[in-house]
């Protein structure tokens, strides 16, 4: 079956926190619901993974693990899906252009992407 929509998981080998998340995503992704996704994983300390990473131009290096939504097109293409708060109201959604989550490793984030926010950000691309 074909996909339409892509999560590109961009991480580094190595790294303990991009295993938990492409872990977490790998089992939200046996869900029914989400059975229109794949995964593709991107290590930032190889060429591929790097070029990838720094055309995206949305991406914080110091903030992986970090994931984008992307859904194809009419063309059968994949594209980066515009997150609908910066449709609306770009100066409060700065930097957020696209659909996706990076690491927050403040206090308040504690550097883990939860199960919780992988869905959320996985329900704003299907709504």
Do not use: H
């Not at 869900?31 to 993974?49: A, P, R, S, V």
């Not at 206090?107 to 691309?125: M, R, Y």
């Amino acid at each position: 079956m074909t996909k339409q929509y892509r999560i590109k998981v961009y991480g580094k080998r190595g790294c303990n926190k991009c295993a938990i998340l492409k872990s977490r995503l790998a089992k939200l992704l046996e869900n029914e619901k989400w059975q229109d996704f794949e995964m593709m994983n991107y290590d930032i300390l190889t060429e591929d993974g790097l070029v990838s990473f720094v055309k995206e131009e949305v991406l914080n290096p110091q903030r992986i693990p970090s994931f984008l939504i992307q859904k194809r097109n009419e063309n059968g293409e994949f594209e980066n899906m515009i997150n609908p708060e910066w449709k609306t109201n770009k100066k409060e959604a700065e930097p957020f252009k696209f659909i996706g989550i990076e690491t927050d490793y403040s206090s308040k984030g504690n550097g883990v992407i939860t199960p919780k926010q992988i869905d959320t950000v996985l329900e704003c691309a299907i709504c």
